[in-house]
């Protein structure tokens, strides 16, 4: 049979609030150790003596504040206005001053003559690009409006370096095989001729032989901005294909 507990008297349920009670009285007593105060006990017998003496007065005269005065001002002596009387008989001259005004019914005559008449010339700015131009450089046998004139211009130009570029030289030059850029940028100048052409890819032959094909291209009719000659900047990307 077996021995039931009574529930009630079992202490292990008490066993954590007997921890806490236990902690705190042991914090407690480091608390208590830790304030508490003790003092050294010196033997009061074997002090000597202090003797109090009172320390030397010394009397301070009373001197007494002499009031300074600052000195009076130097002020100047009055000026008398001296009065001069004027005779009746005396003549006074009286200074006229002419009106700059003009009536109406008066007329106003301007010499012409010495009027220069000078035109203001109104300043382009230069290398205006291709798209954005108002009357594109004309290629030779080019016809048409604005439009025309561009797509024309284009073709030709391409035709004209498809035409002398040797493809054979890229292989000349070791270039591996596939498609190969180019980039061509030059200016049509306001006589119409190609200028300042630069192009830059794989290999500085091809560089050379494009310069050279570009810069030989015909004389142009220029552009123009809003009436006037100007020149025009143009480029174009070249693309050819290296084959082993």
Known sequence: ????????????NFSKIFMQIGLVLSLFIIYA???????????????GQAHMTDEIQEDIPIVAIQEIKPPAPKTPPPVVEQIKVVEDDLKVEETVIESTETDESESVIVNTEDIIEVEEVEEVVEDIPFILIENVPVYPGCKGDNTKLKACFTKNVTQYFGKRFDTSLATELGLSEGKKKMFVIFRIDKTGKVTNVNARGPHPRLEKEVVEIIS?????TPGKQRGLPVSVSYSIPITFEVRL
């Open 1 to 12: 049979m077996e021995v039931k507990k009574n529930p009630k008297q079992q202490l292990e």
């Open 33 to 47: 150790l830790v304030e508490h105060k003790t003092y050294e006990k010196n033997d009061v017998k074997s002090l």
């Open 216 to 220: 030989s291209l015909p004389k142009m």
